[in-house]
């Protein structure tokens, strides 16, 4: 049985939002020799894996608003890593640098995964990736 220290630790939105904060400085340490932000790492990965995509697609791969996909492009273009080409009415994204950093960037997500499942163990680590993932396709679905 897990001791409650919160008073509010039975609430999703508090515990969520914990999770997040653990393992967001967990992933920055990992991806910090890289010199990016996970959530760009997330985007590198995107790009590189699927050159052209276009920004909506990223949006829908990353279950990120248009916007905040914008804003992470933006900030990928000024440091080189990535560039859009407009084709007519459509924008697609190319990687530009992945190549060189892309290895790196997976190194650092299996440390950052070696690092959880070695304190909460591989099944457990799986279970709570599988039911945050669904829940959150859910809730979104509302």
């Not at 999770?19 to 920055?28: P, Y």
């Not at 020799?33 to 276009?54: D, E, K, R």
């Amino acid at each position: 049985m897990i001791e409650k220290k919160s008073p509010y630790c039975g609430c999703l939105l508090y515990s969520a939002n914990a999770l997040s904060r653990v393992i967001t400085k967990m992933a920055e340490e990992e991806f910090a020799s890289i010199g990016v932000a996970p959530s760009h790492c997330f985007l590198l990965m995107t790009v590189h894996n699927q050159p052209g995509i276009q920004p909506t697609e990223i949006a829908e791969k990353m279950m990120l608003t248009p916007s905040t996909v914008t804003r992470l492009m933006a900030k990928m273009e000024a440091q080189r890593y990535l560039q859009r080409i407009s084709d007519g009415k459509f924008t697609l994204v190319y990687p530009t640098k992945t190549n060189e950093v892309y290895p790196v960037i997976l190194e650092s997500w299996r440390n950052l995964y070696r690092r959880y499942t070695a304190v909460l163990g591989e099944e457990v680590a799986r279970q709570l990736t599988d039911g945050i993932y669904s829940a959150a396709i859910k809730l979104e679905a509302r």
